[in-house]
C-alpha cells in the first residue's frame, strides 16, 4: 500500500458481518480438560492458517431446524453451532445420535458436506433432536471493521462424551486435535500457532478450568471488548495490533500499529492523523500497563503519512523517543533520537524477552525498515507486502529493481509470519513473498509487452490500460505509479530506452 493518491475514489462500505456461530468442544481427560481445536488451510480468504474452534456462517436452513428449550434467533445459532461441529469435526452433539454407528455417521457428513442431504432433513429421517440446554452460550464476538471480511459470531461451550470421536477431514482445515488449553497457549506464544482474539481468550480460561459454569461466566466477558469487538488483538505472544484509520490506498482504510514486546515495548507506525485516532492509541496502551507493558519508543517502518501521520500527536500525549532509519528521520515531523541501522537488535526486557533485528529494505521508500523476532522469525513488514490490496512503487522514492532484491532477501532469512501495515496477518510469510515475487515478474513482462505492441515511442499513460487491462479504470492511477517504477527497471537493464513521458523498446 501507500498513501492515498488523487483520483482514486474511495471505497464504498462494506457489508454488514454475517452471523455465525462456534463451538469451544470440551472434554476431561487423564490429565485435565482438553479442547478440540483445528488449522485452518493456509488459502483461506478469512483466518488462513490460524488456529480455531469448530464453526462458521449461519445458513438460511439453519432456521428451518427445532431446537427443544430455544426458538427464533437463539434456536438458529445453536443449529448452525450443532451442524459446523458435524462438518467440521464429525460430532454429532444431538439427541440419538449414540445410536448411529461410525460409518453411518461418516456417510451422513459427507453427504452434509456434498450437499446432498440438507441437515433438517438428517436430523429429521434419524430422529434426532437438538437440545439448547447441549449448547451454552458462551459470548458474541464480532470482527473488527478493518477486517475484510466480518462477522457476528455467537460461541458456545459443548462438551464431549465418551462415543464423539473428533477428526478433520483435510479440505478446508487442515489439522485437528485434542490439546490441553496451556500446550496450546505455549504453541501461541511460541509464535507457532496464531489466534484471533475470541480463541485466545477461551483458551485462556480453559486453561483455568473449575467448572462448566464459572468457564461459561469468565468466556462472556472479555477484557478490553467495545459491543463485541475486541480491542486487544494478539496473535502471537508479544505482537499486539491495534488498527488505526488513516488516508491510505483502497481497499485498505486503516493502518496497522503494532506494539511489541512483552514488558518493555515498542510502538510502531502510529500513522492517523487524527488526533482522536490516536487518544484512542494512548487509552490503549495505559490499559495496557495493567499487564506490565512499558512502553520505550515509537518506531517507524518509513516516512510515508499513514505511518507517521499521529506521531507529533502521540509524543506530545506519552514523551516517548522516536527512532528511525536515517533516510526517514530526515522528513520526520519530530527529531528522531536513535538512527536505526541495517542489523542492528532491538531487546526488550519482559516476561519474554525478545529482540528484534533491524533490516533496511528499502525499494517501497528509501528508508523503510522491517523488524524480525529471532525467536520465532516473525517479521514487522511495513509496507513491503500488504494484507490487501497491493504495494506501489512510486518514483522516483520508489524503486522496484531494490524493493525486489529486498523481497528475495527476505524469503532467503526465512521468515515465518509477516506482520503487514495494511490488512490482515500473513502466516506464510515464505509463500506470500514468492506470490509477490512472481506476479512483479508476470506485470513486467505485460509492461514489457505492452510497450513492444506499440510502433516507436509511446506516452507511458498509454501503456497503462494495455498492460493492467486485467484491472478496472479506477485503479490506473494506481497502476500508472507502478507502470512508471517498472519502465525505470527496464531501462536501467536496458531493454527499453525512455525520453521524458514517452518509451520505446530498446
Known sequence: ?????????????????????????????????????????????????????????????DARVPVQGASGEGAKFVVTAARELFEETGVLKARGAERL???EL????????????????????????????????????????YMPRGFDARFFLVESVPSHHAQVWQGELAAGEWIAPAEALSRWERGVALLHPPNLHALQVMARFIDAPS???????????????????????????????TATLPPATHTNVYVLGTGECLVIDPGSPDDEETDRLVDFLK???????????????????????????????????????????????????????DGEVLHLEGPVPMNWRVLHTPGHARGHI????????????????????????????????????????LEALPVRTLYPSHGPVIPDGPAKLQEYAMHRAWREAKV???????????????VVPVAYDDVAAFVWPIAERNTEAIIDKLAAEGRVVRQGSRVQKR
Open 101 to 103: 454407528a461410525g460409518l
Open 287 to 341: 490499559a495496557m500497563e495493567s499487564e506490565g507493558l512499558r512502553p520505550k519508543a515509537i518506531v517507524l517502518t518509513h516516512h510515508h503519512g499513514d505511518h507517521l501521520g499521529g506521531v507529533k500527536h502521540l509524543v506530545a500525549c506519552t514523551d516517548l523517543p522516536v527512532w528511525a532509519h536515517a533516510q526517514t528521520a530526515d522528513r520526520s515531523p519530530v527529531p528522531v533520537s536513535r538512527l536505526l541501522q
Open 370 to 409: 522491517t523488524l524480525i523476532d529471532e525467536a520465532t522469525q516473525a517479521a514487522v513488514v511495513g509496507d513491503m507486502v500488504a494484507g490487501v490490496g497491493t504495494i506501489v512503487i512510486d518514483p522516483p522514492e520508489g524503486d522496484m529493481g531494490e524493493y525486489l532484491r529486498q523481497l528475495a532477501r
Open 106 to 145: 461418516d456417510e451422513l457428513r459427507r453427504a452434509l458436506l456434498a450437499e446432498h442431504l440438507a441437515f433438517a432433513d438428517l436430523l429429521a429421517q434419524r430422529g434426532l433432536t437438538l437440545h439448547a440446554d447441549d449448547f451454552i452460550p458462551a459470548g458474541r464476538w464480532v470482527t473488527p471493521p
Open 448 to 462: 514489457f509487452e505492452a510497450i513492444a505492441s506499440f510502433s516507436g515511442e509511446v506516452e507511458v499513460s498509454d
Open 1 to 61: 500500500m501507500s498513501e492515498a493518491l488523487p483520483g482514486v475514489p474511495a471505497l464504498p462500505p462494506g457489508p454488514p458481518p454475517r452471523d455465525a456461530s462456534a463451538v469451544v468442544l470440551f472434554r476431561h481427560a487423564a490429565r485435565g480438560v482438553e479442547v478440540f481445536w483445528l488449522e485452518r488451510e493456509a488459502k483461506l480468504r478469512f483466518a488462513g492458517g490460524f488456529f480455531a474452534f469448530p464453526g462458521g456462517k449461519v445458513d438460511a436452513d
Open 215 to 245: 468457564a461459561v461466566t469468565a468466556l462472556r466477558n472479555p477484557p478490553l471488548c467495545t459491543d463485541f469487538v475486541s480491542r486487544r488483538i494478539e496473535f502471537q505472544r508479544g505482537v499486539l495490533l491495534f488498527p488505526v484509520l
